[in-house]
């Protein structure tokens, strides 16, 4: 096997950019021990995301306070990516045995953090693999042999470590990952195993459950319908439908023309919002 095979594949995000050298630094020490290779970094939760789409990564050192998107919503989105395709290079390296030397997916994700009670507890209840800055050359190498047995963290584990819903939904397209604010979302509507996020500009589909949405997302939206979540904020009035519709009422949400049924169960909104 080549030594390319057997590294260790680590991505770094970190908002700062000496943090990110530092880690680089440590990381260089490490490889005198470890076979490993740095394959990228990033500054952002976006930057991550659209890197990540084209790197083959195996451990990913995500720091945990950065603007607009902190590292635990992002470790969310990379838990739901795509494997990325193996480029002309890689295979060429590995030859047939592609699974042979292929990086497990999702990667492992080690937290870097400034000291933070909350999260370091919830990180020990959980078993989650974290690095307190400034960060320790021992630390970081016995974290990275851990890393290669490691199994991924859990998405669920992650939405509880988590105190507050997230701000964006991740939309995978077209081998892109699209960041949408929860804030411009109007309704989520669940068709087959899809649900459909619907702005003022276009609709978005989604690989999640319509109930783990209400409930992490209860303070903005509210149900209307088994199969529909309407944004509260972009309600602006009620009227009454043809007989097609169920209860008899309809919800007319800002900016958009299409009018959603409201169910017979869930009629009770239109006298709470109007």
Request: proline fraction near 5%; aromatic fraction near 6%.
């Amino acid at each position: 096997m080549s030594t390319i095979e057997l590294a260790l594949r680590v991505f770094i995000v970190d908002d700062e950019p000496p943090a990110r050298n530092r880690l680089r630094e440590l990381l260089s020490d490490c490889n005198e021990q470890l076979p490993l290779l740095v394959v990228g970094e990033a500054g952002n939760g976006q930057e991550a995301l659209d890197k990540l789409m084209e790197i083959q990564a195996d451990v990913v050192l995500l720091d945990i306070r950065m603007p607009q998107m902190d590292g635990i919503e992002l470790a969310q989105h990379i838990q739901k990516m795509p494997s990325p395709v193996l480029n002309r290079i890689e295979r060429a390296v590995m030859g047939k045995d592609e699974e042979a030397g292929a990086p497990k997916w999702p990667p492992v994700i080690i937290f870097t953090t400034a000291y933070d009670d909350y999260a370091i507890k919830a990180f020990e209840l959980h078993a989650i693999d974290y690095l307190l800055k400034p960060i320790r050359l021992g630390r970081l190498f016995d974290a990275l042999m851990r890393a290669r047995a490691a199994v991924p963290v859990q998405t669920e584990v992650l939405r509880d470590l988590l105190p507050e819903p997230r701000k964006y939904l991740s939309i995978h397209e077209r081998g892109k990952i699209h960041l949408v604010p929860v804030e411009q979302v109007l309704f989520l509507r669940a068709e087959l195993k899809y649900i459909t996020v619907r702005t003022a500009e276009r609709e978005y589909l989604i690989e999640e459950s319509l109930t783990a949405l209400e409930k992490e997302f209860a303070t903005r939206f509210t149900r209307i319908h088994r199969n529909c979540l309407v944004a509260k904020d972009a309600i602006v009035g009620f009227e009454r439908g043809d007989d097609e519709v169920e209860s008899g009422w309809q919800v007319k949400l800002k900016g958009l023309e299409e009018r959603l049924a409201i169910s017979r169960r869930q009629q009770h909104i239109v006298k709470e919002f109007s």
